[in-house]
């Protein structure tokens, strides 16, 4: 048995021995992959189609806005026109967001902020309630003070020499529900705005 197995594996080896040939030509080169996407490696993938950029939102400031009475309606009223203060195209869909300001606060440290409240907004006076309003078209927006009793004679201070801010959100694409709109710092952060990116007017 021992010589059979001895046997057979000269055999085996003498096989394969006389199987083994010099070694061939080297074959043609393959067509190079396509990258694929990065990986933890760090090495680039494939660059994609340049992305459309997008339409950011803007944040205009009016000084010196009066209000007027229309004594039909009760109401005091003012009318900005959005070509008057930016070249943003209006759309349906945008967001509209209107601020009044409430005068400056000055701080411990000596420094001044001008505070904002969002529309509408209500006052509690002796003669009753009153509210500022606004709506808007693509066009303009109007502001409003609408009350309870007569407002004839509704103190200078809250009609005359008013300060506003708009602001307009483009509806695509914005993240109005996920923005502060409560505080206008929150809402400047969000949207990536500086006090330096605001247009400012002052009215005769």
């Given at each position: 048995m021992?010589?059979?197995?001895?046997?057979?594996?000269?055999?085996?080896?003498?096989?394969?021995?006389?199987?083994?040939?010099?070694?061939?030509?080297?074959?043609?080169?393959?067509?190079?992959?396509?990258?694929?996407?990065p990986?933890?490696?760090?090495?680039?993938g494939?660059?994609?189609?340049?992305?459309?950029?997008?339409i950011?939102?803007?944040?205009?400031?009016?000084?010196?806005?009066d209000?007027?009475?229309?004594?039909?309606?009760?109401?005091?009223?003012?009318?900005?026109?959005?070509?008057?203060?930016?070249?943003?195209?209006?759309?349906?869909?945008?967001?509209?967001?209107?601020?009044?300001?409430?005068?400056?606060?000055?701080?411990?440290?000596?420094?001044?902020?001008?505070?904002?409240?969002?529309?509408?907004?209500?006052?509690?006076?002796?003669?009753?309630?009153?509210?500022?309003?606004?709506?808007?078209?693509?066009?303009?927006?109007?502001?409003?003070?609408?009350?309870?009793?007569?407002?004839?004679?509704?103190?200078?201070?809250?009609?005359?020499?008013?300060?506003?801010?708009?602001?307009?959100?483009?509806?695509?694409?914005?993240?109005?529900?996920?923005?502060?709109?409560?505080?206008?710092?929150?809402?400047?952060?969000?949207?990536?705005?500086?006090?330096?990116?605001?247009?400012?007017?002052?009215?005769?």
């Amino acid at each position: 048995m021992k010589k059979f197995t001895l046997v057979l594996g000269s055999l085996m080896a003498l096989f394969f021995i006389s199987c083994t040939g010099p070694q061939g030509p080297p074959g043609f080169d393959g067509f190079d992959g396509r990258d694929g996407a990065p990986g933890f490696d760090g090495f680039d993938g494939q660059d994609g189609e340049d992305g459309e950029a997008g339409i950011q939102a803007q944040i205009f400031e009016v000084d010196g806005v009066d209000l007027f009475y229309i004594d039909a309606d009760n109401v005091w009223e003012t009318v900005l026109t959005f070509e008057d203060y930016t070249t943003f195209e209006v759309l349906k869909e945008d967001a509209i967001f209107v601020y009044r300001s409430d005068g400056e606060i000055p701080f411990e440290d000596g420094s001044v902020e001008e505070a904002w409240g969002l529309l509408p907004q209500n006052f509690f006076l002796e003669e009753g309630i009153i509210q500022f309003v606004s709506s808007h078209t693509v066009k303009d927006v109007a502001i409003f003070i609408d009350g309870n009793f007569d407002l004839a004679n509704l103190n200078p201070d809250l009609t005359d020499n008013q300060l506003f801010r708009v602001v307009i959100v483009p509806g695509v694409g914005a993240p109005t529900g996920k923005m502060d709109t409560s505080s206008m710092t929150s809402l400047m952060s969000s949207l990536g705005i500086s006090e330096n990116d605001i247009k400012k007017y002052k009215l005769d």
